[in-house]
Structures are given as structure tokens and as C-alpha cells.
């Protein structure tokens, strides 16, 4: 499956929302159009569309940015892919949408047991939900590993500067362990005050695997210093 980054230019702007999605069910398992219809219905539910009985007969202009988003990723979905290539899923929507949709995306890898291959160049981003990372310059690889050691320890001058870039880089970091024994203890040490250092915690604590910061982080991170150990 694949989600484009502008859905207003992939989504067929004279057919129904429902249409699209059902097209899909038809062709790849030869569902009739009622069952077809039902499927529709059934993943717009999936992605979150509010009234989704009646926003299977609307058009895609007929639907915000996000929604459109969200129509897409339902289309995407539609043929039940192994794989998902999420290609600048959320660079038209604001923070708070965007946040929405790639948690929507985490859902749905869990629930159908996809992979996800995502591509971006926000930073912040792929440290908030990559498990590996590759970073790319000119069609070629430069750098590629688990998103901890990447973000922590880059390796090549292009990816140093991808992070030196970065506006969620700005605490020193430093980081001990290899990756490679599940069991070894990775230390991170942050150094930063506020926000800053918060920030960095929780781009590494996802890089992990981990959903959230411990509730108590806010506290934590109001003047630290130190070492984390994952």
C-alpha cells in the first residue's frame, strides 16, 4: 500500500470517497459491491472519520485536510498490504493533525501486523517512530541502523549535519552500548534544561519502543543533567 504526501493530488476528485476505497476491495478480492461497500465503511470507521455512512457519498474536496489524510490511508489499506510506504504522510498538516495521523498509523501497523517503511526528512519525526533508520543523500545510503544509535552516534558527515539541523537536536547527547544484545543497557546522557532536554529524552525514549515518557518526566526534566539508562 501506499500513502502519498498530497492526498488532494491522489484522491480521484470525481469519484466518492467510498467509491475509492471499495474500487480496491473489488479488485483485490473480488468483493461484490455491497460487500465492497461494506468494507469502505468498515475502514473509514478503522481511520477515524467521523459519520462515516455519510462520508462514504462525499468527495474528497468535501473533506478537510487531515480527513483526506485519513480517506487515504483507508485507501491504502483497503487491499491489506504487508507493507506500507508512507511517503511525507504529514508534511501539509499542522502539528497537532500530523501527531493524529502518525498515531493513527501506529495503530493500524499494530493492529494488521504491517510493516511501515516511512519516508521524511523531519528527523524529529523518524527518532519518534522508527525502529531503523537509513539515512539517504542523492539516491545513495549513507548511514543505516538502529534509530537510537543513528540519532545518538551518527556515523557519517551527512548525517551529522541532518542532525546538527535538526530544531529537536539542540541537548548534548552521548551515547554507551551496541544495540545488539537485547539484554545490554543502553545509557543515554542528556544535557540540557526544560523542554530541551525533554525533548531529547523523548525522541530517544521512542527510538526504543516506547510509547511515552514516565509520568513523572515533566518533573523529572525541569533541570536535568544526567543519564538515562533504557
Known sequence: ??????????????????????????????????????????????????????????YPHE?????????????????????????????????????????????????LTMGILFITHDLAVAGDRANNIVVMEK???????????????PQHAYSKRLLADAPSSTAALSLDGTGEDENKDWVVTVTGKGEQARATASRIWHAFGQKDLPADADSEFADFSGELMF
Open 1 to 58: 500500500g501506499m500513502i502519498f504526501q498530497n492526498p488532494t493530488s491522489h484522491l480521484n476528485p470525481v469519484m466518492t470517497i467510498g467509491e475509492q476505497i471499495a474500487e480496491s476491495r473489488r479488485l483485490h478480492f473480488a468483493a461484490n459491491r455491497r460487500q465492497a461497500r461494506e468494507d469502505a465503511l468498515a475502514l473509514l470507521r478503522q481511520v477515524g472519520i467521523p459519520d462515516p455512512q455519510n462520508r462514504l457519498n462525499n
Open 63 to 111: 473533506f478537510s485536510g487531515g480527513m483526506r489524510q485519513r480517506a487515504m490511508i483507508a485507501v491504502a489499506l483497503a487491499p491489506e498490504p504487508r507493507l506500507l510506504i508512507a511517503d511525507e504522510p504529514t508534511t501539509a498538516l499542522d502539528v497537532t493533525v500530523q501527531k493524529i495521523i502518525l498515531d493513527l498509523l501506529d495503530e493500524m501497523r499494530e493492529e
Open 139 to 153: 539516491g545513495a545510503v549513507r548511514e543505516s541502523g538502529v534509530a537510537a544509535r543513528v540519532l545518538t552516534d
